[in-house]
């Protein structure tokens, strides 16, 4: 079946203790994606990558990592997690045509709550 | 000039009504204008997608209505169900952007 996965669904964690989400794809995107939503702010975007070894900062990318060592594996990486990070995360894969992403293919998310 | 302004934040409509969705934009750019469907514990997911090219686009009982000129776009969602109870969310981006830039969503309630 095609899919996003991401790892943890749910997760409470502690002011500094260093976190990672995994999210892989098995379609085969070239393009994958992070966002956090937000109730009043919709969906914003943290980093994205284009390919393997090309990542980009999206508009809220202050206080997160991301690495594209391969293609179908995308983690974020949350190295001091703060309050304000508490939130509901998505990964997102898409088949990318002339630098645009095209159908975005999300996973079921991550409710991240940082205390 | 990357923003996306959806409103209402929420709607409340009744079976068998239309229930319409409106999103405005400021970057002139923006040539791919995309929908996206979330319900309650999932992911979004594409809905129905317009170019500038066309004013309408139809799918099923979802439209998406252009306005180039107002720089708006619109979602009519005909005979409205309780199965579409969900949140919606406009977005838009260019050739070349490589980013999509989301709206704030709406919340749509279908009651019988």
């Known amino acids: 079946e095609a899919q996003v996965t991401q790892n943890p669904r749910y997760l409470i964690t502690v002011t500094g203790k260093k976190l990672t989400v995994t999210c892989s794809q098995n379609m085969n995107h070239e393009y994958m994606s992070w966002y956090r939503q937000d109730p009043g702010l919709g969906l914003r975007q943290i980093y994205y990558?284009?390919?393997?070894?090309?990542?980009d900062k999206g508009d809220v990318p202050e206080g997160y990592k991301v690495s594209r060592k391969e293609k179908r594996n995308f983690p974020l990486i949350l190295e001091s997690p703060s309050p304000n990070q508490t939130s509901l995360y998505f990964c997102a894969s898409s088949p990318s045509s002339g630098g645009i992403p095209l159908e975005q293919f999300f996973g079921p998310g991550t409710r991240l709550t940082v205390l | 000039q990357q923003q996306v302004k959806q409103s209402p934040q929420s709607l409340i409509v009744q079976k068998g009504g239309i229930s319409i969705i409106n999103c405005a934009y400021e970057n002139t750019a923006f040539d791919y204008f995309p929908w996206y469907q979330q319900f309650p514990g999932k992911g979004p997911a594409l809905l129905i997608a317009?170019?500038?090219?066309?004013s309408e686009k139809k799918e099923g009982r979802f439209t998406i209505s252009f306005n180039k000129s107002a720089k708006q776009f619109s979602l009519h969602i005909m005979d409205s169900q309780p199965g579409d109870s969900a949140t919606y969310f406009c977005a838009a981006t260019y050739f070349g952007n490589e980013k999509l830039t989301f709206g704030t969503g709406t919340r749509l309630t279908i009651i019988p």
């Open positions: 990558s284009m390919n393997v070894e090309v990542t």
């Open positions: 317009i170019r500038p090219d066309v």
